[in-house]
């Protein structure tokens, strides 16, 4: 039997890659694994910016959030001859939201999957219970490590129960005297508390520390050891700002000499050994909702006396007077236990022998031969085959998702307008446009990718729009590079891409300041709604209001004026209609497919039967126009394509192809019809080379993207509205593929 494992691994410090490497180890080196003749390799997740040096078990890696990493990993498992696929899932080790990334993976295998679970949650977000649900439909068998796991997985997440396997969290089977372990760390003399694992506010290491001056006033020669480094995503967002608050409850307390902190991620005979060296081992999580704890099973394991708070793992591992419980934040009650317990050394032996006797049924080579064993299982049984979704999208076709050039042409007063080639042309300045559409894409980046650069990019073009807002709430348009104004009012499709780029941050905003700042400015500007007569600004400002709208559904006010936008946009439509022409003007123009995307949006929000049906006959007659030959062929600027008249073909623009696939994506999102998927897509490929002249748009050296075409080919200038209508797309299709992957 051959197996592949998909987890993080040694040396990323990290608990899945701890436990996927005893895991591994139990199941294929231990000396009883290796008379069966089983083999394997790990697939590991390492961070985007950080290179491990892996040991040779170790065959690929998984950057967290490079989606084509994901795909490649599917093709290499399939090709590689492994008979099964055990996939260790935590949700913050994958990329995307809530992890998605993992899902295109698994819907590739060509294999039996078996999944173990670290954390289920109780109250799941919509996208964290929709990527379980299709996880465990895709595995064969799902292994858990507590009973309360189970109750969670069938009553929360409709998962069969036959489906679900407990295997307790395994410990090594190290052994040491705890006598020697004492004198080796000098520590013989003391009295030692223990808590080890990654720091984090949720551990509750002030509660013990609050605890100890009633202990140390009765037992004075008491030392408290916390074991850990700061756990790496809170020391990446927030430092040692947790760390430096327990430092300082310490000395406040004046228990310098009683409390010492460890800052290492040690290995684990070390790791053993102090737990032997503990008289009681303490973990005083702060809730509840701690479905396994590999710490508290390490304890348990070595047989240390236990005292825990009662989260989910705990009372199930201490149970039948395996350890004690105190509250949450209760220091008190922690005090009495621990002097209740070192007062009276027969209570403190009897929970040592209960925890080593229950630990001696959960040692690794134990749990590895379980995992063996229900993996031969699993392949003598006759495999129905897991139903597999799958689209046309490649997301191996499209090139790495990067910000190099839009970091080329942004300054610290906004996005640069054109360019020449791929360089900026001061000359030409700002305009607001760009700007809006930067904002919009770098929230999505954020949003999906988590991308510290869009983050960061973020409030330039915020307050480029903020300096550009007039008292009464109109904006004004292009700026010069000296920052002079260039006009009193901009044209109403700026307005309209401004409020677009407002709503979306109002629904995605990624802390308070933009958020507000944002609000602001939208409502500032929303008398102005409904004085717009371009029906492209219009539709422009009913997306924006839509995307409001979404996260602020009681807005009854803002609700009526997108209704009433809506039905402007109808009247149009009503007024230019006829048997052979279904749209909104007597000629096909520029940024065609913002008119269906709007309705769209407004009938998700208004639920009108009118507005969908005007919506997907737009739609339909576009793409009756524009989708030809399997590539999009876009109504050319130079002529556009009056009615009764001919198309013009050239001059066609990047903006127009990201309306093409932002409105099929939104038409996917209403109908969950996989064709619509399958035009965006096609879409999409128009700036890969999927087009009239056959000739790529994209810059792979660049990474900006063309300007459009003309008679003479690819205008190769490479401006803002061209290279943010590209990464709109290129982020929409990531969006897209992701959701077709959560749906049923």
């Not at 694992?197 to 290491?205: A, D, H, P, S, T």
């Not at 422009?540 to 809506?566: F, H, Q, V, W």
């Amino acid at each position: 039997m051959k197996i592949a494992f998909i987890a993080t691994f040694p040396p990323r410090q990290c608990g899945i890659g701890t436990f996927t490497n005893n895991l591994y180890d139990a199941m294929l080196v231990s000396e009883e694994s290796k008379e069966s003749g089983h083999e394997g390799f790990v697939i590991a997740l390492s961070d985007n910016n950080i290179e491990y040096e892996y040991p040779p078990q170790v065959k690929l890696t998984i950057r967290q959030d490079h989606q084509e990493d994901y795909i490649k990993a599917a093709k290499f498992i399939n090709l590689s001859g492994a008979d099964l696929c055990i996939l260790e899932h935590e949700f913050g080790i994958f990329g995307g939201q809530s992890g998605v990334y993992i899902l295109p993976l698994l819907h590739r295998l060509d294999i039996p999957l078996m999944v173990t679970l670290h954390t289920i949650l109780k109250a799941p977000s919509y996208n964290e219970k929709a990527i379980l649900q299709e996880i465990c439909k895709m595995a064969h068998k799902i292994v858990v490590m507590s009973h309360k796991a189970i109750k969670f997985l069938v009553s929360i997440y409709d998962v069969p129960k036959e489906k679900i396997v407990l295997i307790e969290h395994g410990v090594p089977d190290i052994h040491y005297s705890p006598e020697n372990s004492k004198t080796d760390f000098k520590l013989e003399s003391k009295k030692v508390l223990l808590t080890f694992g990654f720091l984090g506010r949720n551990k509750g290491i002030e509660t013990v520390i609050k605890a100890l001056p009633k202990v140390v006033e009765k037992h004075p020669n008491i030392i408290y050891i916390v074991l850990g480094k700061t756990h790496p995503s809170i020391l990446r967002h927030s430092g040692e700002e947790y760390r430096i608050f327990l430092l300082r409850l310490v000395k406040s307390l004046q228990l310098e000499k009683h409390v010492i902190f460890l800052n290492e991620f040690i290995g684990v005979q070390d790791l053993f050994k102090y737990l032997y060296a503990s008289d009681i081992y303490i973990t005083p999580y702060l809730n509840e909702a701690q479905i396994t704890s590999g710490t508290l099973s390490y304890a348990v394991g070595v047989g240390c006396a236990a005292i825990s708070t009662p989260y989910w793992h705990a009372t199930e591992l201490l149970a039948e007077g395996r350890g004690r419980f105190f509250n949450f934040n209760d220091h008190e009650g922690l005090s009495s236990i621990i002097n209740e317990l070192i007062d009276h050394p027969e209570q403190l032996k009897e929970l040592k022998r209960k925890a080593h006797d229950y630990g001696k049924k959960i040692t690794w080579p134990k749990t590895g031969e379980r995992y063996v064993k229900l993996a031969s299982t699993i392949l003598k049984e006759e495999q129905s085959p897991i139903e597999k979704k799958e689209t046309v999208i490649d997301l191996l076709v499209l090139p790495p998702f990067s910000l190099i050039h839009i970091n080329r042409m942004t300054d610290d007063t906004g996005i640069i307008q054109h360019a020449k080639f791929g360089i900026p042309n001061l000359k030409e300045g700002y305009c607001l446009d760009d700007n809006a559409r930067a904002l919009l894409m770098v929230l999505m980046a954020y949003r999906q990718m988590k991308d510290e650069r869009a983050l960061e990019l973020s409030p330039i073009y915020l307050s480029y729009i903020h300096y550009m807002q007039n008292m009464n709430g109109t904006f004004r348009n292009f700026l010069s590079f000296s920052r002079n104004y260039l006009d009193e009012v901009g044209s109403e499709d700026s307005f309209g891409r401004t409020i677009w780029a407002l709503g979306y941050l109002l629904g995605n905003a990624p802390n308070d300041a933009y958020y507000q700042t944002g609000k602001l400015m939208f409502f500032n500007a929303s008398p102005n709604f409904e004085k717009i007569k371009s029906i492209r600004g219009i539709a422009n400002t009913m997306i924006g209001i839509c995307y409001y709208l979404k996260s602020n559904p009681s807005d009854d006010t803002m609700t009526e004026r997108l209704r009433n936008l809506a039905n402007i946009l109808i009247k149009h439509y009503e007024e230019n209609e006829s048997s052979d022409w279904k749209w909104f003007e007597s000629l096909l123009a520029y940024d065609n497919g913002i008119l269906p995307l709007a309705l769209l949006h407004s009938a998700e929000i208004l639920n009108d039967g009118k507005i969908t049906k005007t919506a997907l006959a737009s739609l339909n007659f576009l793409t009756s126009h524009t989708l030809r030959d399997n590539c999009l062929s876009i109504i050319g600027n130079e002529k556009w394509y009056k009615k009764e008249g001919e198309r013009s073909i050239f001059a066609q623009q990047p903006i127009d192809a990201m309306s093409m696939v932002l409105m099929y994506h939104q038409a996917f999102h209403i109908t969950k019809d996989k064709e619509y998927l399958n035009k965006l897509y096609t879409s999409f490929l128009w700036f890969l080379g999927e087009n009239d002249l056959r000739m790529s748009l994209y810059d792979f050296e660049t990474k900006g993207c063309c300007d459009g075409f003309e008679s003479y080919g690819v205008n190769r200038n490479q401006g803002a509205e061209s290279s943010l209508a590209y990464l709109i797309s290129h982020l929409t299709v990531l969006q897209a593929y992701e959701e077709f992957h959560k749906s049923d």
